[in-house]
């Protein structure tokens, strides 16, 4: 009998939560298991392909959350741009919990991860630079500039995070956010001026 989705979910956040705060190399099996509230035993029973396919499954759950979560948000044509842009930066203050979590990217890209997941972090980044790049096309933006506020918006996200993480201080990640947010809508005025 197949678990419940609940359950599913519940174990996809423990091991979320380990992986964030250790990385996968530091992640010990005892960590994920206590996490998830699951023996070993049922844990390998889940997960046969170990740490691996933990990791792997983190992944995927967390491609699926911002695919439907940011980026259907961002392509969803029905609002203005500039509305998109603004509720998709609000998911992402849910995804990270306003500055609290760790990118799963970050903490799988250390040591042995990168190597691992490689593939999976690219795509993702990928993702998330094309969606980024798409929705300041649509505001008028020449490609050039797009292009280079997409890959601005990924630093700015993953920088403040480090820094919100290292000093304590979720305005900064806040800040970033708003810098995202008035870097796309302010040029997008002057080009309308």
């Known amino acids: 009998m197949r678990p419940q989705k609940t359950l599913d979910e519940d174990v996809l956040a423990g091991l979320t939560e380990v992986f964030q705060s250790k990385g996968y190399e530091a992640a010990s099996l005892q960590d994920l298991a206590r996490a998830t509230g699951l023996k070993k035993a049922s ?3 889940r997960f046969p392909g170990g740490k691996k396919q933990m990791a792997e499954a983190v992944l995927g759950h967390l491609a699926e959350w911002v695919e439907e979560h940011v980026f ?3 392509h969803h044509t029905a609002e203005s741009p500039q509305i998109r842009l603004q509720k998709a930066i609000d998911q992402i203050k849910v995804l990270y919990d ?4 760790t990118c799963i990217f970050r ?3 250390m040591e042995t991860g990168i ?6 972090i ?9 969606a980024f790049e798409a929705i300041g096309e649509e505001l008028k933006l020449d490609s050039k500039t797009a292009k280079d506020y ?3 918006s990924m630093i700015d996200i993953q920088g403040s995070l480090i820094l919100t993480s290292t000093l304590d201080d979720p305005e900064i990640f806040e800040d970033a956010l708003k810098r995202i947010t ?12």
């Open 43 to 45: 844990l390998y029973h």
């Open 72 to 74: 259907r948000v961002l």
């Open 98 to 101: 306003n500055g609290k979590n």
């Open 107 to 109: 903490a799988l890209s």
């Open 115 to 120: 190597n691992l997941f490689r593939l999976q």
């Open 122 to 130: 690219e795509k993702g980044m990928n993702e998330w630079l094309k």
């Open 150 to 152: 997409a890959y601005q």
């Open 182 to 193: 008035n870097r796309y809508l302010n040029d997008n005025r002057q080009e309308m001026q």
